[in-house]
């Protein structure tokens, strides 16, 4: 079984950057597609970007999409998440979670919090000045 943590989340102004990452133990980290989610206070679960197991191919939420970039490191069993123009929307704790059933990274938006098995316990991300 896997063990995902993520870390890095803070307290930004909006327009800052910031580079969150989720480590993984337990086991191979690859050949698993691996995500990031976001859960603001009072809202759903929401979709932000999705990474193939090899890195090649990637899908970013539209709300997102110019601003974050999603990335992996297999040798540091390691996936991560670059955001840039932060906004004070964009203020919620950010998951990261391992499709280890191959649903492939096309399907992380539609499915929700269902394509992910594996989850971490999230860090919070505050966009205020």
């Known amino acids: 079984q896997v063990q995902l943590v993520e870390s890095g989340g803070g307290l930004v102004q909006p327009g800052d950057s910031l580079r969150i990452s989720c480590v993984a133990s337990?086991?191979?980290?690859?050949?698993?597609?691996m995500g990031w989610f976001r859960q603001a206070p009072g809202k759903e679960r929401e979709f932000v970007a999705a990474i193939s197991w090899t890195g090649g191919r990637t899908y970013v939420a539209e709300s997102v999409k110019g601003r974050f970039t999603i990335s992996r490191d297999n040798a540091k069993d390691t996936v991560y998440l670059q955001m840039n123009s932060l906004k004070p929307e964009d203020t919620a704790v950010y998951y990261c979670?391992?499709?280890?059933?191959?649903?492939?990274?096309?399907?992380?938006?539609?499915?929700?919090?269902?394509?992910?098995?594996?989850w971490g316990q999230g860090t919070q991300v505050t966009v205020s000045s």
């Open positions: 337990g086991r191979t980290f690859s050949p698993y597609a």
């Open positions: 979670a391992e499709d280890s059933q191959g649903r492939g990274i096309a399907t992380a938006q539609t499915l929700g919090v269902i394509w992910g098995d594996y």
